[in-house]
């Protein structure tokens, strides 16, 4: 079965200082990986999205990510947390096909 | 236009009421989803179209029925609902697999839904 695992579900930064948002995914073949970003009462925003191109993905908002095959990692990090940054983050897998699965969700909290 | 739109945005009905939940796209993508999300979890697959065709129903009750009528649209009837049925309704579109590089899914706004 292919699924995503997020290793932690909160996470609380101060402002200013890096984020890093950790993910796991199993699947039997090179998945498309995916960041989303969802705050309170909203939908759903791309952050960033790895196809196979490169490993280093640079998305919206600072944020970047890191497809690390021999690891199965796609961890989300960003060098200098913003208040606006406060949000559930989900890391997203889509394996060949047509079926996208959700990890549980990270809750990102940023301290002034 | 990137956008996927849902109507309405809130809703509530009684367990007795039938109702629909629409969604549109124009990106010509031709995979559609329902996802379900509760409060504080992540969103749950229901059900997948691909070209206009159901090709995944993750076990859902035959209470909710979904329909795509055509390429653009997405429909989720609703009939005899539980107060547990009580959620954020997302759809989203994408670009079916191996058809293009970009495979990332559009989510509509949701429809809250309140059963009482």
């Known amino acids: 079965a292919q699924s995503v695992t997020q290793l932690d579900s909160h996470v609380s930064v101060s402002e200013g200082t890096p984020v890093l948002l950790r993910c796991n995914y199993s699947?039997?073949?090179?998945?498309?990986l995916f960041w989303y970003v969802q705050h309170p009462n909203k939908g759903l925003q791309l952050l960033l999205k790895?196809?196979?191109?490169?490993?280093l993905v640079k998305g919206i908002n600072g944020f970047e990510a890191e497809f690390k095959k021999s690891e199965t990692s796609f961890h989300l990090t960003k060098p200098s947390a913003h208040m606006s940054d406060a949000a559930e983050y989900f890391c997203v897998v889509r394996p060949v096909g047509n079926d996208m699965r959700f990890g549980a969700g990270t809750r990102l909290t940023v301290k002034p | 236009d990137t956008e996927v739109t849902q109507t309405p945005k809130h809703l509530v009905m009684g367990m007795t009421n039938k109702k629909s939940l629409k969604c549109e796209q124009h990106m010509g993508h031709r995979a559609m989803y329902w996802y379900k999300q509760k409060a504080k979890k992540p969103p749950e697959l229901m059900f997948v179209?691909?070209?206009?065709?159901?090709?995944i129903n993750e076990s859902v009750p035959s209470r909710f029925s979904p329909e795509c009528p055509n390429s653009s649209l997405l429909n989720l009837h609703l009939h005899a609902l539980q107060p547990e049925d009580s959620a954020l309704y997302l759809c989203?579109?994408?670009?079916?697999?191996?058809?293009?590089?970009?495979?990332?899914?559009?989510f509509g706004q949701g429809t809250r839904l309140t059963v009482v």
């Open positions: 790895y196809t196979s191109a490169a490993t």
């Open positions: 179209y691909s070209y206009e065709k159901l090709s």
């Open positions: 699947s039997s073949y090179s998945p498309s």
């Open positions: 989203a579109s994408s670009h079916l697999w191996g058809q293009r590089s970009d495979t990332e899914a559009f």
